[in-house]
């Protein structure tokens, strides 16, 4: 744990924090000092690699199983934070799946399915805690999107309409929760080395990223833990933090 510890005594939650993005981000957090409740959908021996990590490194963290595309399975994952932490300070919304597909062939199971993580699990966490955000009077949630979200992609219709949608999400939510102390803000990665990209053909891609390579999971980390210390990034909401090589300047 790093001396400065920003997130000492905090709570921190991130979903889909098994590989990738979110274990980076799990890593990274605990770094900061927090304690990092690691969600899983199925990877259940990942996770508890994060957090055997976490813990070997002198941090504290604990997983959790949860689908968090499912009503039912988020309220008691949000119970299992408050009951285990008895608050929870940092709420990281990154769990995500692609259906890659072009429009005319894509099934709608696909399109429902990318729907249901990516965008309706953002909705369902965050209104999970908002109520004990909104007590606290205080609290960081950070929403992964994606620059796709912001610029669309072809063959990934559903994916783009969620990432933006998350958008949207983040700014109303943001104007909506600012007055009791509540910041909400995303981070939208462009092309990070993980499983999700591993199948990408990397040469064209390559050609539109200026910093001319992929990013790796631990600089979106690096995002995400500015966007949770205070008082850094305290004045900070409704935000759109690109992360991504400068693919995308507007
Ligand atoms: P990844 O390597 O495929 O990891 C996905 C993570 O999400 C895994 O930990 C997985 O858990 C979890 N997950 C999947 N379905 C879930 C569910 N229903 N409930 C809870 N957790 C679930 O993906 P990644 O590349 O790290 O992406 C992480 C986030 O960044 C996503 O929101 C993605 O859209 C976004 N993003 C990624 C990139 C990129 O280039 N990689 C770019 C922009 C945005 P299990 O291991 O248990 O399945």
Redesign the pocket.
């Known amino acids: 744990m790093s001396s400065s510890a920003p997130l000492a005594g905090q709570t921190a939650l991130v979903?889909?924090?098994?590989?990738?993005?979110?274990?980076?981000v799990a890593l990274e957090l605990a770094n900061a000092g927090a304690t990092v409740a690691v969600?899983?959908?199925?990877?259940?021996t990942?996770?508890e690699e994060v957090v055997a990590q976490i813990i070997a490194t002198g941090g504290s963290a604990y997983a959790l199983?949860?689908?968090?595309?499912?009503e039912e399975?988020v309220e008691p994952l949000m119970a299992a934070v408050l009951e285990r932490s008895g608050s929870l300070d940092v709420l990281v919304?990154?769990?995500?799946?692609?259906r890659d597909g072009l429009l005319m062939r894509m099934k709608t199971d696909d399109w429902q399915a990318v729907l249901?993580?990516?965008l309706s699990?953002v909705f369902l966490c965050t209104r999970a805690i908002t109520r004990t955000m909104l007590k606290q009077k205080r609290g960081r949630i950070i929403n992964?999107?994606?620059?796709?979200g912001l610029i669309g992609n072809a063959g990934q219709a559903n994916?783009a309409a969620?990432?933006a949608g998350v958008i949207g999400f983040t700014r109303s939510t943001a104007r909506e929760l600012a007055s009791r102390g509540i910041t909400v803000n995303a981070?939208?990665?462009?092309?990070?080395?993980?499983?999700?990209?591993k199948d990408?053909k990397a040469d064209e891609l390559l050609n539109a990223i200026p910093l001319g390579r992929?990013?790796q999971?631990e600089e979106?980390a690096g995002a995400v833990r500015f966007l949770a210390a205070d008082p850094a990034a305290a004045y900070i909401t409704g935000q759109v933090l690109q992360v991504?090589g400068g693919m995308v300047m507007a």
């Open positions: 979903t889909g924090a098994s590989r990738g993005i979110g274990r980076a969600n899983y959908a199925s990877s259940a990942a996770a199983k949860a689908d968090v595309s499912q399975q919304n990154n769990a995500g799946i692609t249901n993580l990516n699990g992964i999107t994606s620059v796709v994916y969620a990432k981070v939208a990665p462009g092309f990070i080395a993980t499983d999700m990209t990408l992929y990013g999971p979106v991504d």
